[in-house]
């Protein structure tokens, strides 16, 4: 009885943790353009450097970085790619 209580504690805490994590590292499509351009500054490049790493054109990058939601995901992947980050898709918390 005390086990099976404390496996249950455990398995609580374990999802706080989860949700934690994934609240704290996780972003959403809204915060591409502040993510591209810290990492510009970051790494002192210009979004055509981006562009060009990513292998599309800098008018592509700018309409991504205006509507990423309407964008091809090979475009948004490529771009995320530079930046080492990838895409994660997942359940939207009300």
Same mark, same amino acid.
């Not at 704290?24 to 810290?38: A, C, E, G, I």
């Given at each position: 009885?005390?086990?099976? /209580?404390?496996?249950?504690?455990?398995?609580?805490?374990? @999802?706080?943790?989860? /949700?934690?994590?994934?609240?704290? %590292?996780?972003?959403?499509?809204?915060?591409?353009?502040?993510?591209?351009?810290?990492?510009?500054? /970051?790494?002192?490049?210009?979004? &055509?450097?981006? @562009?060009?790493?990513?292998?599309? &054109? @800098? %008018?592509?990058?700018?309409?991504?970085?205006?509507?990423?939601?309407? @964008?091809?995901?090979?475009?948004?992947?490529?771009?995320? *790619?530079?930046? *080492?980050? &990838?895409?994660?898709? *997942?359940?939207? %918390? *009300?």
């Amino acid at each position: 009885m005390i086990l099976t /209580e404390l496996e249950q504690r455990v398995s609580q805490v374990k @999802a706080v943790l989860v /949700e934690q994590t994934i609240k704290q %590292n996780y972003q959403s499509l809204d915060s591409l353009k502040p993510l591209v351009d810290s990492h510009s500054k /970051e790494h002192k490049v210009l979004l &055509s450097d981006i @562009a060009i790493l990513a292998d599309i &054109s @800098a %008018n592509t990058l700018t309409r991504l970085l205006k509507d990423p939601q309407s @964008a091809k995901v090979s475009t948004l992947t490529a771009v995320l *790619g530079v930046l *080492g980050k &990838s895409i994660y898709i *997942g359940q939207v %918390n *009300g």
